[in-house]
């Protein structure tokens, strides 16, 4: 296995302001908008050693920056998200950027390059510092939405504020993402998943797949077997066909917690296997969001 985990699949929008907003409501404390250097713009919520990201487009004048061989950050988001709004790329948690690179390469993976970059920032006591990230990019020329890239984050300090971290609705980290594919598409999947976390990973469920991580599953579904996990599925979630990212599966401290902001809000939402779905994928930038209580260890 690599130390690869889910950190952050991107859920590409078309409004960033909106949707942060609608996040907001739904008890997630979320940083102020940020900007890439490749011209993507990003609101974070943030967890322990993971992100949810919302991604959308800020400067298409930088799209083509900070290319990794061929693959152009920027470039790839504006081209997938001109088609839906959802997931169409993730970062891999990790601790070793180059060793885990080296393990994808000896399964038979393919990275398109690296990219460095950081930004300035000034500490709570004023004194300037920089972070420093790291990315190894990992594309699939046949799974374009399940591209992934190793992120390691060298000064995680930089980026991990408690204040930021305790979330109304309880919520403290993802437990899973859900993938959608049919079974036409899903040995294409497990050997792609195999490569990024090794074979010894990957575990045969009733309803499909699951990928061990060193942080959360992946979870693999088709349309006849998500609604096990996440209930009949609404009209319009990744209407295309494409493998991918259909749900983030969030922990939080119970699910008590969660409700009050659902009600609120008024969030279309189901009860599956003890877990609370919310459906409106419109709403959510193409997305659904499973809700599991899972105590904080």
């Given at each position: 296995?690599?130390?690869?985990?889910?950190?952050?699949?991107?859920?590409?929008?078309?409004d960033?302001?909106?949707?942060?907003?609608t996040?907001?409501?739904?008890?997630?404390?979320?940083?102020?908008?940020?900007?890439?250097?490749?011209?993507?713009?990003?609101?974070?919520?943030?967890?322990?050693?993971?992100?949810?990201?919302?991604?959308?487009?800020?400067?298409?004048?930088?799209?083509?920056?900070?290319?990794?061989?061929?693959?152009?950050?920027?470039?790839?988001?504006?081209?997938?998200l001109?088609?839906?709004?959802?997931?169409?790329?993730?970062?891999?948690?990790?601790?070793?950027?180059?060793?885990?690179?080296?393990?994808?390469?000896?399964?038979?993976?393919?990275?398109?390059?690296?990219?460095?970059?950081?930004?300035?920032?000034?500490?709570?006591?004023?004194?300037?510092?920089?972070?420093?990230?790291?990315?190894?990019?990992?594309?699939?020329?046949?799974?374009?939405?399940?591209?992934?890239?190793?992120?390691?984050?060298?000064?995680?300090?930089?980026?991990?504020?408690?204040?930021?971290?305790?979330?109304?609705?309880?919520?403290?980290?993802?437990?899973?993402?859900?993938?959608?594919?049919?079974?036409?598409?899903?040995?294409?999947?497990?050997?792609?998943?195999?490569?990024?976390?090794?074979?010894?990973?990957?575990?045969?469920?009733?309803?499909?797949?699951?990928?061990?991580?060193?942080?959360?599953?992946?979870?693999?579904?088709?349309?006849?077997?998500?609604?096990?996990?996440?209930?009949k599925?609404?009209?319009?979630?990744?209407?295309?066909?494409?493998?991918?990212?259909?749900?983030?599966?969030i922990?939080?401290?119970?699910?008590?917690?969660?409700?009050?902001?659902?009600?609120?809000?008024?969030?279309?939402?189901?009860?599956?296997?003890?877990?609370?779905?919310?459906?409106e994928?419109?709403?959510?930038?193409?997305?659904?969001?499973?809700?599991?209580?899972?105590?904080?260890?």
């Open positions: 296995m690599t130390t690869l985990g889910i950190d952050h699949p991107l859920v590409c929008v078309r960033l302001a909106a949707m942060r907003a996040y907001q409501s739904l008890g997630f404390l979320m940083k102020p908008p940020g900007m890439h250097p490749w011209g993507t713009s990003t609101a974070l919520v943030i967890f322990r050693n993971q992100l949810l990201e919302l991604v959308s487009i800020k400067d298409e004048s930088l799209l083509d920056g900070y290319a990794a061989g061929s693959f152009r950050f920027g470039r790839h988001v504006k081209a997938w001109a088609e839906r709004e959802g997931v169409c790329l993730s970062a891999l948690n990790s601790m070793d950027a180059e060793a885990d690179e080296a393990a994808v390469l000896a399964r038979g993976g393919s990275c398109a390059g690296t990219v460095e970059f950081g930004r300035d920032v000034v500490r709570d006591d004023g004194t300037p510092d920089r972070t420093k990230t790291t990315l190894k990019i990992f594309p699939h020329a046949g799974l374009p939405r399940l591209s992934m890239f190793a992120c390691q984050q060298h000064r995680r300090d930089l980026i991990e504020f408690p204040d930021w971290m305790d979330h109304p609705n309880g919520a403290h980290g993802f437990a899973s993402a859900t993938i959608l594919a049919a079974p036409s598409d899903q040995g294409r999947v497990r050997d792609w998943l195999s490569v990024l976390h090794g074979a010894d990973a990957v575990r045969d469920t009733d309803w499909g797949f699951e990928v061990a991580t060193t942080n959360g599953q992946w979870r693999v579904v088709s349309r006849a077997t998500a609604p096990a996990l996440l209930g599925l609404p009209d319009g979630l990744a209407s295309d066909g494409a493998p991918s990212v259909i749900s983030l599966d922990r939080c401290h119970a699910l008590s917690q969660l409700r009050p902001f659902v009600e609120a809000g008024e969030f279309v939402c189901q009860d599956v296997n003890g877990a609370l779905v919310l459906t994928v419109a709403r959510l930038g193409g997305i659904l969001l499973s809700f599991h209580e899972i105590p904080k260890v």
